[in-house]
């Protein structure tokens, strides 16, 4: 059944196909405001995120609490969990939205052709955005805001175990953005916590035109395999930094630790640690020592084991699962390789296609590492945490796509465009 049919007759039983519905008429609402409209309403979002900062955190706990009793991993419990710092920090990144240049209606490409057409490609609004995600709630915000900013709609499928942070955090946004004459349902939590919910988001073909998953890889194989809506996919972090021969050893230790330790649970945090043969006698003492300090368990091969004595490292051997785990806590593996071309090689098989970091003082090494690595992201001499939309300067991201059709990396506002071609003659017809 078409969109056109659904929105035309009675409103289906559902309460999921229902909110889509709504949705599409929000997103039929937003496509043509202008960037004035639009981040009047992001301002109040974010003014109405710091007013209501004490009843998202006592909704936050709640969660937090049932957690916890379930025994939930810390590193999960660290990304459910919101402070006030946070949510002052969230409400920070809408109003770096509402600053940021509005992709809609901008010309991506336009010529005047031989016969005197005047053609035009220009960014539009992709619709009606699904989000089906894990314990973040600080996601529910981010999305909103890029989805409104673009001129998108937005269906929020947050995890269960975030329900109540992701109940508050919807009717302030709500709230802010009717208040400011924008349609409500334009941002909508989809109804209910059951998978079936889930299921029936998938494919809703017709009246959602994208869904975006983000977190675990079993979350992101689910929506890719069995959805019939468009789906892009973002990637779990299995994230590697390889110490080149050539390496200045503060600048690998710095790095390294800051990849790994900074914020574990998140998909940018360096999950392995590749070590060149001929610095790895000078580099690992001081770097294992570094992850010790850090509260870090490394899994390690047989030529790292053989150079963690006297450190103060806790030390395990590395299986062939552990080249392969994005961890999200405080673990890494690492290995002694033989070469850069081992390094890429062992890249190849085992990341997730996320980020790869090279440390080197050579300029061939870190041409030949950013050419041979297939990633979204490569970076030299620098951490790997700086894989983030806002680091990069697009305001919040609404994920990291790993593929490569319409968007790979950071997806910032343009990546919630598509385009379309306007054709304006004078009277002319084809011969």
């Known amino acids: 059944m078409s969109s056109d049919t659904l929105s035309a007759g009675p409103l289906p ?28 309403a992001l301002l109040a979002v974010a ?17 937090v609490a049932r957690a916890r009793a379930a025994g939930t991993a810390e590193g999960v419990v660290d990304r459910l969990t919101l402070t006030p710092e ?13 600053g940021l240049p509005d992709p809609v209606g901008e010309v ?9 057409i005047d053609l035009r490609q220009v960014r539009v609004p992709l619709g009606v955005v699904g989000i089906v995600y894990e314990a973040r709630p ?3 915000v981010d999305a909103a805001a890029l989805c409104l900013k673009s001129g998108n709609a937005v269906l929020l499928r947050g995890s269960s175990s975030a329900y109540a942070s992701n109940t508050a955090l919807v009717a302030v946004v709500r709230d802010a953005v009717a208040g400011a004459g924008l349609p409500a349902d334009a941002v909508q939590l989809v109804p209910g916590e059951s998978r079936e919910s889930v299921k029936e988001l998938m494919r809703a073909r017709g009246l959602v035109d994208v869904l975006i998953p983000r977190g675990g890889a ?11 809506v468009p789906v892009i996919e973002t990637g779990t972090g299995n994230c590697h930094v390889y110490v080149d021969a050539d390496a200045d050893l503060d600048t690998a230790v710095r790095v390294l630790v800051n990849s790994k ?53 806790t030390v395990v051997p590395a299986t062939e699962e552990d080249w392969a785990t994005e961890y999200l806590s405080y673990d890494i593996a690492a290995a002694v390789v033989d070469s850069l071309d081992d390094a890429v090689r062992h890249i190849r098989r085992w990341s997730s296609g996320h980020t790869e970091a090279i440390v080197t003082t050579s300029q061939q090494a870190a041409r030949r590492f950013t050419r041979l690595v297939d990633s979204t992201t490569v970076a030299v001499n620098a951490s790997t945490r700086f894989t983030d939309g806002g680091q990069f300067g697009f305001g919040a991201e609404i994920g990291i796509s790993t593929q490569k059709l319409h968007a790979r990396g950071p997806m910032g506002l343009p990546e919630l465009t598509s385009t379309k071609y306007i054709v304006t003659g004078d009277g002319h017809i084809r011969g």
Do not use: Y
Request: glycine share 4%; proline share 4%; aromatic share 0%.
């Open 86 to 98: 946070r949510v002052l920090a969230i409400a920070a990144d809408v109003r770096s939205v509402a």
């Open 261 to 313: 330790a900074h914020r574990v649970s998140v998909c940018n945090a360096a999950e392995t640690l590749l070590v060149h043969r001929d610095i790895a006698e000078r580099l690992l003492p001081a770097a294992l020592d570094a992850l010790a300090e850090a509260g870090v368990t490394v899994h390690a091969d047989e030529r790292v084991r053989a150079l963690a004595g006297g450190t103060k490292a």
């Open 108 to 116: 991506v490409r336009g010529s005047t052709l031989p016969n005197g």
């Open 13 to 40: 039983e559902s309460p999921v196909l229902r909110a889509a519905v709504r949705a599409r008429t929000a997103a039929a609402e937003l496509a043509p405001l202008p960037r004035a409209a639009k981040d009047a």
């Open 138 to 140: 600080n996601v529910t």
């Open 218 to 228: 079993s979350l992101i194989r689910t929506v890719v395999e069995e959805s019939t």
């Open 47 to 63: 003014d109405a995120l710091e007013a209501r900062t004490a009843d998202i955190v006592a909704a936050n706990a709640e969660d």
